[in-house]
C-alpha cells in the first residue's frame, strides 16, 4: 500500500498531526494543484511542500534565497531520512555533478537551489531533462517590491511554471498582509492557485510594548528579568547602534554579537553559526538579520527602535518560540521613532505610491503601539484573522491600561499646534505649554500666544505621551517634510470644537519589571530554563551537544528542546517508548535512540 502523509509524517518526522492547514495544503499538491501557503514562522511551512515531493514521483526543487542556510537545511533532512541535495555558489565542480547525477538517476527526493540559478538556462536545461514532483518557492515575500527583502531574481520565477506547466507550484511565506498576497499571485502567475492562510496566532509569544525612557537600561533589566541563560534577537534601526548596543551587552556579561548589512559575508555567516550553535547568543542586529533564521529555540526578539510596518514586526516577532515554549516579543517605542520612521520615508527614493503606502503602514504601527486593546487582537485583526476574547498573555491583557478623560487637554494641546503655525514638534510645543522661556520661544515670539503656560495641569513626559496618542489616532499630522513638526488634520476639528470626547492610556510609570509568567490553557507554561539545574537536564543538553559536535550540526537538529522534555517527563526506556515521542521519526530513533535512553537509565534510581 502506498504511504499516507500521514504516515510520512511519522515515520520521517516523528510527529502525529498535522498543524493548522499543512494537512489541506499538501493534499492539495499531491492532487497536482497550485498553491499559496500563508503560515506564520515557525507554523511548519517546509512539510507542506517536503511532503509532496518525497511521496509524488519524481524530484522536488525548492528555490531560496537562503544559500547560508541551505546546509543546514539539507542536513536536517538527510538527519530525518530524506533524501536531499542543494545547489549553490558555496560548491566545487565535483560536488556539483556528484548531484547533478544523483539527481538524473532518480536518488533524490528535494533539491535545493539559489533563485538567480533557477532561472539559468543551463538549469532548465537540467530540470526539464529530470523529472519534477513539486516546485517549491521559499520566502516568496521576496517577489514584492515594497518589501524589505525583494530579491529581484524572483520576479522571473512565474516562467517556471510557463516551462512546466504540468508541475504543481507552492509558494510559501510568512508575510501575509494584503498587498504581499495579491503581489506573490500576479508575479508568480499562480492566480488559478489556491491560497491557504493559516492561523497566524502565535499564542506562546507574549506582546509587550513600553514606553522608551532609558531604552538600554531598560533592555538590560529585560534581559537579567526574564532571559538569563537564553538566545535572542535585538533589532535596531542602523548598523552603527547594533554595534553600540552589542559591546554595551557584552560590558555587561552578556554574550552579545552585532549583525548588519555593512559587514562582510565571512563576517556574518559566522555570527548566523555562532546563534544558530552556541547556547544564550543574543544577536544585535538589523532586519538583515533573521529572514530563514531556523532556529527553534529563540526565546525572545527585543525592538528597540519601533519597526517600520506591523507586517514587519510580525514577522520579526515571530522568529521566537518556534518550539512552541513561552517567549518574548518585547519593544521600546517613542515619539523620536515615529518622526524618525517619517523622515526616512521623505528622503527615500520611493515614488510618491510608495511614501503614501510607507506613511500608511507606519501609522497602522503605530495605532498597535498605543492600543489600549489586546495587543494579539490588534495583531490578528490586521492579518484578517479573528480572536474573540482577550488573550490573556500580552501587556494590556496582564495590565489592564487605565485610560483617562483627556477631551481638554488634548484641545489644549491642538490649540497650542494651531498657534504656533503648525511646524514645531513635541518639544518645542511643550515648552509653550509649561510656560518656559526657552531661547527658541521667546526667539519666536511664542510666550505671546493664548496657549502659553496653560499646560500646568500634566507634566512635560505626560504632554509626550498625548501628542504620540493624538498622532496614533489620526487627529493629529506630521508635517510631510521630515523634520518632525506636527499639523491639525480634518479629524482634529471635532475635537477643538468640543464635538469629540478623547480618552488616553495611562502610561505605565515603571521602567521595568520583572512579567510573571501567568498560565494559559493552551500554551504549556513551562520555558525551558525552569530546568536550569536539574542535572538529568542538564546530561541530556550535554548529551545532545555532544552527538550536534560528532555529527557536524547544530544542537537542535539532533532533537527539539521539546523533545528532550519529553524524555524528562516520560522517562521513556525502550526504543519502541521512544518512538512515541514528538519529533522522533524512524532515523534519529535510530541514530541516536539508544544515546539517549542510557542517559535516561543511568538517572534512575
Ligand atoms: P516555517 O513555517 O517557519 O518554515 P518549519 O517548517 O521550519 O516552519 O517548521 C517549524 C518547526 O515545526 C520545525 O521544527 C518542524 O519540525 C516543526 N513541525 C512542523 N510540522 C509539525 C507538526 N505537524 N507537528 C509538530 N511539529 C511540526
Ligand atoms: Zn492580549
Known sequence: MEETPRGLLKRLFGYDEFRLNQG???????????????????GGKSLCYQIPAILRPGIGVVISPLIALMHDQVNGLVQSGVRAAYMNST?????????????????????????????????MDFLSRISLSVIAIDEAHCVSQWGHDFRPEYLRLGELGRAFPEV?????????????????????????????????????????????EKPKKQLLDFLRGNHRNDSGIVYCMTRRKTESIAQWLRDNGIKALSYHGGMGAEERRTVQERFQDEDAVVVVATIAFGMGIDKPDVRFVAHLDMPKSLAAYYQETGRAGRDGLPADAWMTYGMADVTGQLKLIEMSEGDERYKRISRQNLEIMLGYCETTDCRRRSLLSFFGDSCDVPCGNCDTCLNPVETWDGTVQAQKALSCVYRTGQIYGTGHLIDVLLGRGTKKVLEAGHDQVSTFGIGDDLNERQWRSVYRQLLAMGVLSVVSDGYGGLRLCGDSWPVLRGERRLSFRVDEVKTSEKSSRSSTSEVSTKGSSEFDGNPLWEALRAKRLELAKEHGVPAYVIFHDATLRQMLELRPDSLDEMSCLQGVGFKKLDLYGMDFIEVLKSFEI
Open 91 to 123: 560548491m566545487n565542480y565535483e560536488e556539483f555533478v556528484q548531484v547533478s547525477r544523483a539527481a538524473m538517476r532518480g536518488e533524490l527526493d528535494l533539491l535545493y537551489v539559489a533563485p538567480e540559478r533557477a532561472m539559468k538556462p543551463s538549469f
Open 24 to 42: 489541506d495544503a499538501i493534499d492539495h499538491v499531491m492532487g497536482g494543484g497550485d498553491c499559496l501557503l500563508l503560515m506564520p514562522t515557525g
Open 168 to 212: 504543481p507550484r507552492i509558494a510559501v511565506t510568512a508575510t501575509a498582509d494584503e498587498l504581499t498576497r495579491k503581489e506573490i499571485l500576479s508575479r508568480l502567475d499562480l492566480n488559478g492557485g489556491k491560497v491557504f492562510v493559516s492561523g497566524f496566532d502565535r499564542p506562546n509569544i507574549r506582546y509587550q510594548v513600553v514606553m522608551k
